[in-house]
């Protein structure tokens, strides 16, 4: 959950103050007895804010009291933040807290310990890159506090750090739990601005209004701001219900399966790929440890990156080598039941120019038990199913494959954006509960942490995926050409041989040639006749289900893509240290997941309805 809301400087919250405590342990007691009534696996629940003053800080003690996890994104480093939030009525006070001390009044000392207090049980991560320049603006602003100018740039400023924690905030949520009295929804950083910023990106939003606690009300799309829909107690559990479907199942479906590594039996498909377009050469980025440049970094979180090391990437190769066994298993087995059912027809006709009519049986007995092998094939596909475990596992891993890159900067896929198939959300839930396992980053974020995260980890990974789709695009279109030109070839081939029986039966009867000859190359021209637009629709048949062609294009789009912003993040490391922040580094890692949902949309909707099937 986040949570976002007023400071009690709030005239509608300070006169309603206990209600709202009241309601918010309320809600917060029937999330819990939702999660104790769910039973199976445990569900951890982790609430998120900036621990400003006021409803930030009340809900993070509520969380803690029920033994939530408590994650806190701060706008600033610790220090700066402090003093930002006691708003200091000078210059020289602020410098002092920026500088760590203690303010001498017993009052504000006490505030400064109950933020202190809440940071030292929760996981923090500091947008603190920025610091130098937002404190020296700060402390303009209190040098000259009736200088308008100043107290805009400073104001602008923390605006702009406060809507990126904002961000991190409801990108990381499930719901998001907001109280707010609906006067003004368009400060930048405000509470109404992160209401309407959830919205826009799917997160669900409950309401409380100050003023009448108890009538809080669920919102689900930003045109709800305004017409506000009813109060409706049964919608909390609604809320809760999807971040709860598929937990543990997961982790239950990827142990019942075993990455096989390369099956002899399930071959077929990449022999195709291999002998028609060649093996597809591994990029230097599968030798890139991603996870080391960051890892000597000063001031790094090695307890993130130790769970990366430790439970996201050897996860994502699990989950890659199982979903690599079950595709070449159902693209195999599709394949080879093309190829069955073409030498059915091939050997059911082979006796003819063999002279064997009286062994027919022999061949036919041939002929059936190919057919009941394509049988067999189909059969095994759709109990073991191949199709469906291969769509489930291939999600899970690209999830994981670049979420070494969105974890170390804190960033996450919002809930909303996530792809929903009805029934079969366990792979997004599974995703999700990982991710959110290792958590965000115990850290204060810095130039140098940003690039290299950028130079190492980033930039690396898009340079990868770019030549890697580059090679896989050019070997798919090689692959759609020849497989195409086979087809053609055996088309022409039983063309030929057709008219080969007419001119030799045409020749005979205009007495040119011998009428033993097109009596003697009937059976073996009939045959041919037969084998080779077999054996050629056999050919196309696996060339439009593999549908080479269309992937290729696939590929083609997103090698241009990381291509672009591979480029994005040259011009951005050319540039001076200053201008390598938070929310241009958190964007172009938002576009590499985004070209990621992409592609795996593309490549689902065009094998979603192609279940492994006969041949007919």
């Known amino acids: 959950m986040a949570v976002t809301g007023h400071r009690h400087t709030n005239e509608r919250l300070q006169a309603n103050l206990a209600a709202v405590e009241a309601t918010l342990a309320g809600l917060f007691d029937a999330i819990d007895r939702q999660l104790a009534a769910a039973g199976g696996q445990p569900v951890p629940v982790r609430l998120c804010n900036l621990l400003a003053e006021g409803i930030d800080q009340t809900t993070a003690r509520l969380a803690l009291a029920r033994g939530w996890q408590l994650d806190a994104v701060l706008p600033f480093g610790r220090a700066l933040n402090v003093a930002i939030n006691l708003h200091p009525a000078s210059e020289a006070a602020a410098r002092g807290l920026i500088a760590g001390a203690l303010p001498g009044d017993p009052a504000e000392a006490a505030r400064v310990q109950a933020i202190d207090d809440l940071l030292a049980r929760a996981q923090v991560f500091e947008l603190a890159e920025r610091d130098a320049e937002i404190a020296a603006l700060y402390l303009a602003s209190l040098a000259q506090p009736a200088d308008f100018e100043r107290r805009r740039a400073f ?41 309407v910023g959830a919205l826009d990106i799917g997160t669900p939003v409950l309401l409380v209004d100050p003023g009448a606690p108890d009538e809080w009300t669920v919102l689900t799309r930003p045109e709800e701001v305004a017409t506000r829909p009813a109060h409706d107690p049964a919608r909390l559990a609604a809320l809760v219900a999807p971040a709860l479907a598929g937990a543990g199942e997961g982790q239950a479906a990827l142990s019942a399966d075993q990455p096989s590594g390369k099956s002899r039996v399930w071959s077929l498909y990449r022999a195709i790929e291999n002998g028609l377009g060649g093996k597809l050469a591994s990029g230097s980025a599968a030798a890139h440890d991603p996870l080391a440049a960051v890892r000597a970094l000063a001031g790094a979180d090695q307890r993130q990156v130790d769970g990366i090391a430790t439970s996201i990437l050897p996860q994502f190769a699990w989950a890659d080598g199982v979903s690599s066994w079950l595709s070449d298993a159902y693209r195999s087995g599709m394949c080879l039941n093309f190829v069955l059912a073409a030498l059915a027809v091939v050997i059911g006709a082979a006796y003819l120019p063999l002279g064997l009519a009286e062994a027919k049986w022999l061949f036919a007995g041939a002929e059936l038990l190919l057919l009941l092998l394509i049988v067999g094939v189909t059969m095994l596909g759709k109990r073991q199913d191949w199709h469906a475990r291969w769509f489930a596992t291939r999600r899970v891993a690209e999830y994981l494959r670049h979420a070494p890159i969105m974890l170390l900067l804190g960033s996450f896929r919002p809930a909303g954006k996530w792809p929903r198939i009805e029934g079969n959300e366990w792979p997004e839930v599974h995703a999700r509960h990982c991710l959110r396992a290792v958590g965000l980053p115990q850290l204060a974020l810095s130039h140098d942490y940003l690039r290299t995260v950028l130079r190492q980890v980033l930039l690396p990974h898009v340079e990868g995926q770019r030549d890697y789709h580059r090679a896989k695009a050019a070997r798919l279109q090689r692959v759609d050409h020849r497989l195409d030109h086979l087809a053609e070839r055996l088309f022409s081939m039983a063309i030929l041989s057709v008219s080969l029986y007419l001119l030799l039966k045409l020749g005979a009867v205009l007495g040119l040639l011998p009428y033993a000859w097109p009596a003697g190359a009937s059976m073996w021209l009939t045959f041919f006749g037969i084998a080779f637009p077999t054996l050629g629709a056999s050919i196309a048949g696996v060339r439009f289900f593999a549908d080479f062609d269309r992937f290729s294009a696939i590929s083609q789009v997103s090698a241009e893509k990381f291509a672009a912003v591979g480029e994005r993040i040259e011009l951005l490391l050319a540039g001076p240290d200053a201008a390598i922040t938070f929310g241009p580094v958190s964007d172009l890692a938002h576009a590499v997941d985004e070209i990621v949902m992409e592609e795996l949309e593309n490549w689902q909707a065009i094998f979603s309805g192609k279940h492994i099937a006969l041949p007919a």
């Not at 702009?160 to 961000?167: C, E, K, P, Q, W």
């Not at 609906?182 to 601005?193: A, I, Y």
């Open 155 to 195: 104001e602008m400023q923390a605006n702009d750090r406060v809507t990126l924690a904002g961000r991190i905030m409801i990108e990381r949520a499930d719901l998001l739990v907001a109280v707010w009295d609906g006067q003004v929804s368009n400060l930048p950083g405000g509470t109404g601005h992160t209401i």
